[in-house]
């Protein structure tokens, strides 16, 4: 388990991105896989524990088979750094995690980024999947232009809420963002969304990428319920 600035921990860090590394001639690891690894039942925020607690952090490896259950005030799977190419996240299982898989980019963007067949249960109040970037201080003049992603493909995956989560979103992009979203289940629950797309982006930026989202696909794409979906922006219905 790695230790983290401000008490947290991550119980598997590749922590290294070539394309940063090569321009400051530092070290850096090619080709890492996070595969077939599990974490379970870690609790946060109390004496002895944690502050936050991320199960695998990676800017640069593949993760493949990876399981994370009963994490309900935790992460899956996590990025925050370096901008990057080529991210692949597939067949992995969260069940009962607070955000299954989630990027906090506020500061670099990614180009590439492949998350398929993946099974998501997000726990009470949580995400599935969550691309953010702070997205709403567009306006006020301290949104870092660098924060984008392009080539999202989000395609054959199964996001659902956890056997007690009455509250959870299914997909959630906040910021400038092409993607193909693609023959996923995606069910959220309560007042959460099955997909959920930041305001401020929508309507400030008109919508028109890098200043937005740009849809290149939407198909194929279901509750598991059947019924129509719940989301923040009427071109999904």
């Known amino acids: 388990m790695t230790a983290w600035n401000g008490g947290g921990a991550s119980g598997i860090t590749i922590d290294s991105d070539g394309e940063y590394s090569r321009s400051l001639s530092y070290p850096y690891i090619q080709g890492a896989v996070i595969r077939d690894n599990l974490a379970e039942n870690v609790a946060v925020g109390g004496p002895g524990q944690p502050a936050f607690f991320n199960a695998y952090t990676a800017s640069s490896a593949i993760l493949l088979h990876n399981r994370a259950e009963n994490l309900p005030n935790a992460t899956g799977i996590y990025r925050d750094t370096w901008n990057g190419t080529n991210v692949l996240i597939e ?51 301290k949104y870092d232009t660098n924060a984008f992603i392009t080539n999202l493909v989000i395609a054959g995956n199964v996001v659902y809420p956890s056997a007690s989560a009455k509250d959870t979103t299914a997909l959630s992009i906040d910021g400038h963002a092409s993607v193909s979203i693609v023959n996923n289940v995606l069910q959220g629950s309560g007042s ?12 400030s930026a008109g919508g028109l990428y890098p200043r937005g989202l740009k849809l290149n696909s939407w198909s194929g794409n279901v509750r598991l319920d059947g019924g129509e979906f719940v989301t923040t922006n009427r071109i999904f219905r």
């Not at 992995?92 to 492949?114: A, E, S, T």
């Not at 969304?193 to 305001?199: E, H, I, R, S, T």
């Open 91 to 141: 067949g992995n299982v969260m069940d009962n995690v607070k955000y299954c898989i989630r990027f906090v980019m506020l500061h670099y963007h990614l180009n590439g980024v492949i998350i398929k067949n993946n099974v998501l249960r997000p726990a009470e109040h949580g995400f599935g999947i969550a691309y953010f970037t702070d997205a709403s201080k567009f306006n006020l003049g």
């Open 192 to 203: 959460g969304a099955d997909l959920l797309v930041n305001y401020s982006i929508r309507t």
